[in-house]
């Protein structure tokens, strides 16, 4: 979880309510605003996880037919010859 600082205008006469109670709760005021924010607020709905579908192809107990090339093979043959 993080934090992130932002700057509220707020009526005086509320934030020294505020601070009143924060010291009376022996808590800072950014836990008093945070904890008045999560009672107003709803709930927040998870979000559920994406598991990305299982797309391999071929057969797993064989050996990979790209191994035997390198890097800059591969390239080369994907996006054709540098040189060109």
Do not use: C
């Not at 600082?5 to 009143?20: G, M, P, S, Y």
């Not at 559920?48 to 390198?70: F, I, N, W």
């Amino acid at each position: 979880m993080g934090f992130m600082k932002t700057t509220l205008d707020i009526n005086d006469e509320l934030l020294a309510r505020a601070k009143r109670h924060a010291k009376e709760a022996g808590k800072p005021l950014r836990a008093v605003v945070e904890e008045g924010l999560r009672n107003m607020l709803p709930p927040s709905i998870p979000r559920s996880q994406y598991t990305l579908p299982d797309l391999r192809v071929g057969d797993p107990d064989t050996s990979d037919p790209l191994e035997q090339y390198s890097w800059p093979e591969l390239r080369d043959s994907i996006y054709g010859d540098s040189d060109t």
